[in-house]
């Protein structure tokens, strides 16, 4: 029941963007504090990603939704596609981070933090398989990719679950994959022993949708 409920929620995910990527506003332009309209993406366990028309989606995690409300999930309070108005509550301009609020906050914060603690990351146990992330690749190697998704490790995209893999034969994966380049993943596998999570740049068989999305 849990799996089939989880499949809805992830059903119900796919929302068309209001603006195209290449029209938005540069993540140096967010004030932290100040509000803004956006549009709830995807929901998962941990939180919402809301597009707020800039170059990375938001994560507004569960814990910054209600401070008087108990919120099992964010399907509780809202669901793909609906607009809501949110206040930046932290961004990094060179990781392309950024967490949102729903919770109005003190002065003491101070409006112009250009960082991420340790706090601020999302723990594996918070992490499912078939999670829609959004990360930007950390580097290449032979065998894949490294992804910052602003999780408690960085994820790992072997270049076999890449969309482009095998369109030309022999290709270094360096050749379809590139440092600071923003992608769209799933997580195909989360190993709380080893601290480690695997991901997949091709949508998964069981979820709605083209196979083959980076965008």
């Known amino acids: 029941f849990m799996r089939r409920a989880q499949m809805k929620r992830k059903r119900e995910a796919r929302v068309q963007r209001p603006i195209p990527f290449d029209m938005r506003t540069p993540l140096t332009a967010?004030?932290?504090?100040?509000?803004?309209?956006?549009?709830?993406?995807?929901?998962t366990n941990f939180g919402a990603y809301i597009d707020v028309g800039t170059e990375c989606d938001g994560l507004l995690h569960i814990s910054q939704i209600s401070n008087t409300d108990f919120i099992r999930h964010p399907s509780d309070v809202m669901k793909p596609g609906d607009e809501i108005e949110v206040i930046i509550k932290?961004?990094?301009?060179e990781q392309k981070k950024l967490h949102l609020t729903l919770l109005e906050e003190k002065e003491?914060?101070?409006?112009?933090?250009?960082?991420?603690?340790d706090e601020d990351r999302i723990p594996l146990k918070e992490i499912s398989v078939d999670d829609e992330l959004w990360g930007i690749i950390q580097r290449v190697t032979d065998y894949g990719s490294y992804v910052e998704l602003g999780a408690a490790v960085t994820g790992f995209l072997h270049f076999m679950d890449h969309p482009y893999f095998g369109e030309v034969a022999g290709a270094h994966p360096?050749?379809?994959?590139?440092?600071?380049?923003?992608?769209?993943?799933?997580?195909?596998?989360?190993?709380?022993?080893?601290?480690?999570?695997?991901?997949?740049?091709?949508?998964?068989?069981?979820?709605p949708g083209p196979r083959r999305s980076l965008d």
């Open 174 to 207: 360096s050749t379809y994959m590139e440092a600071g380049q923003r992608v769209r993943v799933w997580v195909s596998d989360v190993d709380l022993e080893k601290n480690r999570i695997k991901l997949t740049a091709k949508r998964p068989r069981d979820l």
């Open 90 to 93: 932290r961004k990094s301009n």
């Open 108 to 117: 003491e914060n101070t409006p112009d933090q250009d960082e991420f603690d």
């Open 30 to 43: 967010l004030v932290p504090g100040s509000k803004m309209r956006g549009t709830v993406i995807s929901l």
